[in-house]
């Protein structure tokens, strides 16, 4: 099993920055083994791929609404992957996921749909005032 635990979390004024993390655990896991996603949910709207990071951490994707404000890392040494969030909006307000998979795909390194997750975590509340 593995287990995913984010923090960070908070309110901050448009404009602002914040930083995510996501520490994983597990008897199984080992960091460079898993493909690591953020997502994030709305009230009332469906979960949405925010963006992932290879095992690695050398390659990078993200979603057209977030690109150029967001950046993902990770520290694999540390079993921990960050959302480093930039010039934050208003609509960025949600509850924000990691999940990790094993990417088992073989002809890419990500995916942006829930169900090619594996596991998730609680999730943390990014709330953004105007």
């Known amino acids: 099993q593995v287990q995913l635990v984010e923090s960070g979390g908070g309110l901050v004024q448009a404009g602002g920055s914040l930083r995510l993390s996501c520490a994983a655990s597990g008897r199984t896991f080992s960091g460079s083994g898993y493909v690591m996603g953020w997502f994030r949910q709305a009230p009332g709207k469906d979960r949405e791929f925010v963006g992932a990071?290879?095992?690695?951490?050398?390659?990078?994707t993200y979603a057209d609404s977030v690109k150029g404000r967001f950046t993902i890392s990770r520290d694999n040494a540390k079993n921990t992957v960050y959302l480093q969030m930039d010039s934050l909006k208003p609509e960025d307000t949600a509850v924000y996921y990691c999940?990790?998979?094993?990417?088992?795909?073989?002809?890419?390194?990500?995916?942006?749909?829930?169900?090619?997750?594996?596991?998730w975590g609680q999730g943390t509340q990014v709330t953004v005032s105007s």
């Open positions: 999940a990790a998979t094993s990417a088992p795909w073989g002809s890419v390194w990500w995916r942006p749909a829930v169900s090619d997750y594996n596991y």
């Open positions: 990071i290879s095992r690695f951490g050398d390659s990078t």
